[in-house]
């Protein structure tokens, strides 16, 4: 949901958001709602501020229950540039907990506000530590699963790991409420996540869309890119295999039969095509002899 823009960067609201400051508004904890607002906040920036260094653009931010989301322009060029992006949100949560914990320390009455912006910063930083996506714990591993497996396996990998966390903060919160403790914040964030999880992976046939335009512009404008060969069994989906595809090369699938003989092969474009249309490689190809 669109809420207004900063410059061009557009800003937004998850719905669920508006659930969660309802709630907090009837228990009256509007004064942890500012605490959240402005951690929140600051979580983001470094984000943001860490990617503008490093050269890219953001798009849109999105107010979300565990926090803001930046939307980068273009994709993410290095392993290191997103270690360094995904990062920095945890790391400076972390150091803003350690800072205002330390400074309380000093003070003999310390303000009840330093003490909750603490122990706020330190649970975002717990949180988004964690191996879960959207979380920038789950973007960062996957970042270094992509390295050494393929995304199809790294996707349904942190997916199971995701939806053991979602469900993990679901079942806390119905215990710590069955227990007499209310506490809403695991399970809107255990509810959030499960949805998340169900997303990922549009979200990620879309990111691997963005980059097929952005490898055709490199080709119109007569720049080079490298070609990724991989072999998938006749049997797999357009929208699977369109997975697979490498940031800025152009991918080439040799399609196989049951007994690992070659049948023919689809090219990228025929790959988006049939995501698009949700048939498998052997279809693809029976299509094109039809």
Do not use: W
Not at 100 to 113: E, L, Q, R, Y
């Amino acid at each position: 949901m669109r809420l207004f823009f900063i410059g061009k960067v557009n800003v937004q609201c998850n719905p669920l958001i508006i659930v969660l400051f309802a709630i907090l508004a009837v228990l009256e904890l509007l004064d942890a709602l500012v605490i959240a607002l402005i951690s929140l906040t600051l979580h983001e920036l470094s984000h943001c501020l860490i990617a503008r260094r490093l050269g890219y653009k953001i798009l849109s931010v999105e107010l979300q229950p565990f926090g803001f989301v930046a939307h980068i322009g273009g994709t993410i060029k290095s392993l290191g540039d997103e270690i360094a992006i995904f990062s920095s949100g945890i790391l400076f949560s972390f150091l803003a907990g350690c800072v205002s914990a330390t400074v309380c320390g000093f003070m003999s009455d310390a303000p009840k506000f330093l003490y909750e912006f603490s122990r706020f910063n330190f649970f975002i930083a717990f949180i988004n530590a964690m191996p879960a996506i959207p979380l920038d714990g789950g973007r960062v591993v996957k970042s270094l699963l992509l390295k050494k497996i393929p995304a199809r396996t790294a996707n349904k990998i942190l997916s199971g790991v995701s939806l053991f966390i979602s469900l993990s903060l679901i079942g806390s919160g119905i215990f710590l409420a069955v227990k007499g403790i209310y506490n809403l914040t695991f399970f809107t964030m255990g509810i959030f996540l499960a949805i998340a999880v169900l997303n990922e992976k549009k979200h990620n046939i879309g990111a691997k869309l963005k980059e097929t335009v952005i490898a055709s512009l490199n080709i119109n404008s007569k720049e080079a890119i490298e070609v990724n060969h991989i072999a998938m069994h006749k049997s797999v989906l357009a929208s699977d295999a369109i997975l697979e595809m490498k940031s800025y090369k152009y991918t080439i699938v040799a399609v196989l039969d049951d007994y690992m003989n070659y049948i023919g092969e689809v090219n990228e474009a025929e790959l988006v095509v049939g995501s698009v249309k949700k048939i498998s490689l052997l279809e693809i190809l029976n299509e094109r002899t039809n």
